[in-house]
């Protein structure tokens, strides 16, 4: 957290600067927890009050540790310089430093009295080394701005109180970034274990596949009820039936399926089981490219964060929301507010700064939102389950409790909830007649 920048003097031995860095702490390097980080600064800023830190001679004591107070206006009264700095770099870098009249300090300019408008420009870019303020783009214009209403609202005022403001400023970048790549790098997994991560995701598609295929989503007493002559056929889905199969197209125009591939698929499944195994089916590939090709080869942080397929893999989980949206309400006007929602979701997911804490957030809102209709219709023990599942993976994604196995582990728990869903999608209102027709074709197949 801090730096030592060597000045020598000519005839007289070297002496180091140290350097409060507030704003410049390497993002790449998570070995400590934030607390212990941000304590660090503080302790480093404590040493050195003002623009000017003082280093002693052997044999003299060192000065007592400062307040808290103090502590925060010496951070935000370096940091508001450092940003606000005209002084050229040249001659001034040059001077020695100046004797204290007791002949035993060296006063010592820090870093904030000699950086330039470039230097101001690298503390407000703390995400990328060597790159000026000025190149940043349009999503870090809002960082900039606050930055330097935050230096000018402190250079008005050196009370501790004024500064408070900057530290809470510098600490909040700080940890924003600190909080992608440790997120990043707290889940850092074995080349097996991420395969093993793509491999879990598969049960989910083979299910909803065989589901549609197999003819598992029609209901056993509605077939046998059609079956026994309990119905009212028409005629011509009679006729029809009557046809030789491989003359039939593979879906007529009664809707009836005819297919030797699938024989037990006797008409499309409806449009809400549909919608359920599309949200499931969609999002896996992206998933499993992402943990299989290229999480274990990119290194942990923000080259992760930032790659392209687990930019994708995050944003199909709402396309995952949206789709089940419909499969849990059967209605369009609920749907559409959903897909709305989940769009922006999608949008912010590749904009050029990552932030995983308010993703977390937007995908949790969105699963809440497609098990509200659940909950309106009175289905208190479907809700339940749903949460149930839920909360055991957000259990495992969020502590992994057994490591890097808790990603595959997180995958399994939540295969169940497909099988919960287009189950009881068969239920709602919009799915009766396609269930209805499916069962009169599969009767008049006898």
């Given at each position: 957290?801090?730096?030592?920048?060597?000045?020598?003097?000519?005839?007289?031995?070297?002496?180091?600067?140290?350097?409060?860095?507030?704003?410049?702490?390497?993002v790449h390097q998570f070995d400590r927890s934030e607390s212990v980080q941000l304590e660090?600064?503080?302790?480093?800023?404590?040493?050195?009050?003002?623009?000017?830190?003082?280093?002693?001679?052997?044999?003299?004591?060192?000065?007592?540790?400062?307040?808290?107070?103090?502590?925060?206006?010496?951070?935000?009264?370096?940091?508001?310089?450092?940003?606000?700095?005209?002084?050229?770099?040249?001659?001034?870098?040059?001077?020695?430093?100046?004797?204290?009249?007791?002949?035993?300090?060296?006063?010592?300019?820090?870093?904030?009295?000699?950086?330039?408008t470039h230097e101001a420009g690298m503390l407000l870019s703390p995400r990328f080394p060597?790159?000026?303020?000025?190149?940043?783009?349009?999503?870090?214009?809002?960082?900039?701005?606050?930055?330097?209403?935050?230096?000018?609202?402190?250079?008005?005022?050196?009370?501790?109180?004024?500064?408070?403001?900057?530290?809470?400023?510098?600490?909040?970048?700080?940890?924003?970034?600190?909080?992608?790549?440790?997120?990043?790098?707290?889940?850092?997994?074995?080349?097996?274990?991420?395969?093993?991560?793509?491999?879990?995701?598969?049960?989910?598609?083979?299910?909803?596949?065989?589901?549609?295929?197999?003819?598992?989503?029609?209901?056993?007493?509605?077939?046998?009820?059609?079956?026994?002559?309990?119905?009212?056929?028409?005629?011509?889905?009679?006729?029809?039936?009557?046809?030789?199969?491989?003359?039939?197209?593979?879906?007529?125009?009664?809707?009836?399926?005819?297919?030797?591939?699938?024989?037990?698929?006797?008409?499309?499944?409806?449009?809400?089981?549909?919608?359920?195994?599309?949200?499931?089916?969609?999002?896996?590939?992206?998933?499993?490219?992402?943990?299989?090709?290229?999480?274990?080869?990119?290194?942990?942080?923000?080259?992760?964060?930032?790659?392209?397929?687990?930019?994708?893999?995050?944003?199909?989980?709402?396309?995952?929301?949206?789709?089940?949206?419909?499969?849990?309400?059967?209605?369009?006007?609920?749907?559409?507010?959903?897909?709305?929602?989940?769009?922006?979701?999608?949008?912010?997911?590749?904009?050029?700064?990552?932030?995983?804490?308010?993703?977390?957030?937007?995908?949790?809102?969105?699963?809440?939102?497609?098990?509200?209709?659940?909950?309106?219709?009175?289905?208190?023990?479907?809700?339940?389950?749903?949460?149930?599942?839920?909360?055991?993976?957000?259990?495992?994604?969020?502590?992994?409790?057994?490591?890097?196995?808790?990603?595959?582990?997180?995958?399994?728990?939540?295969?169940?909830?497909?099988?919960?869903?287009?189950?009881?999608?068969?239920?709602?209102?919009?799915?009766?007649?396609?269930?209805?027709?499916?069962?009169?074709?599969?009767?008049?197949?006898?």
């Amino acid at each position: 957290c801090v730096r030592s920048v060597p000045h020598r003097r000519p005839g007289r031995r070297s002496v180091s600067m140290v350097t409060p860095l507030v704003a410049r702490l390497p993002v790449h390097q998570f070995d400590r927890s934030e607390s212990v980080q941000l304590e660090m600064i503080e302790q480093g800023a404590g040493r050195h009050g003002g623009l000017r830190g003082t280093m002693s001679s052997p044999g003299t004591e060192r000065a007592p540790q400062r307040t808290s107070a103090q502590i925060n206006s010496n951070i935000a009264f370096a940091s508001s310089s450092a940003l606000t700095s005209q002084v050229e770099i040249g001659s001034e870098r040059d001077k020695p430093p100046a004797l204290s009249s007791s002949g035993n300090e060296e006063t010592l300019p820090l870093a904030a009295d000699r950086s330039s408008t470039h230097e101001a420009g690298m503390l407000l870019s703390p995400r990328f080394p060597g790159r000026h303020a000025t190149d940043c783009s349009k999503d870090d214009d809002e960082d900039l701005n606050i930055s330097k209403a935050a230096s000018s609202d402190t250079s008005a005022s050196s009370s501790p109180e004024s500064g408070d403001s900057l530290v809470t400023f510098a600490k909040s970048q700080l940890i924003s970034d600190v909080d992608v790549a440790a997120y990043m790098a707290g889940r850092e997994m074995t080349p097996l274990q991420e395969r093993m991560n793509a491999i879990t995701i598969v049960p989910s598609v083979v299910f909803c596949l065989y589901f549609l295929v197999s003819g598992a989503w029609l209901s056993k007493s509605l077939l046998m009820k059609y079956a026994d002559g309990n119905n009212d056929v028409p005629p011509t889905l009679t006729h029809a039936a009557a046809a030789d199969t491989l003359d039939m197209p593979f879906i007529d125009t009664y809707g009836c399926v005819h297919s030797s591939w699938f024989p037990n698929l006797y008409a499309l499944p409806p449009l809400p089981v549909l919608a359920a195994a599309f949200g499931i089916i969609v999002q896996a590939p992206f998933s499993i490219i992402y943990h299989w090709k290229y999480a274990h080869r990119l290194p942990p942080g923000f080259a992760r964060t930032d790659h392209w397929s687990r930019r994708m893999d995050q944003a199909m989980i709402h396309v995952t929301s949206a789709s089940m949206s419909y499969a849990t309400s059967g209605r369009l006007d609920f749907f559409l507010a959903n897909a709305l929602f989940n769009l922006d979701c999608m949008f912010r997911q590749f904009k050029k700064r990552v932030r995983p804490r308010a993703n977390k957030i937007r995908i949790g809102i969105s699963v809440l939102a497609y098990t509200i209709p659940v909950l309106r219709r009175g289905d208190i023990l479907l809700f339940s389950k749903l949460w149930c599942n839920f909360a055991i993976c957000g259990w495992l994604f969020a502590k992994y409790p057994i490591g890097g196995w808790s990603h595959s582990a997180f995958h399994l728990v939540i295969a169940f909830v497909p099988p919960l869903l287009m189950t009881a999608a068969l239920e709602l209102p919009a799915s009766q007649d396609q269930v209805q027709l499916a069962a009169k074709c599969f009767a008049m197949r006898g």
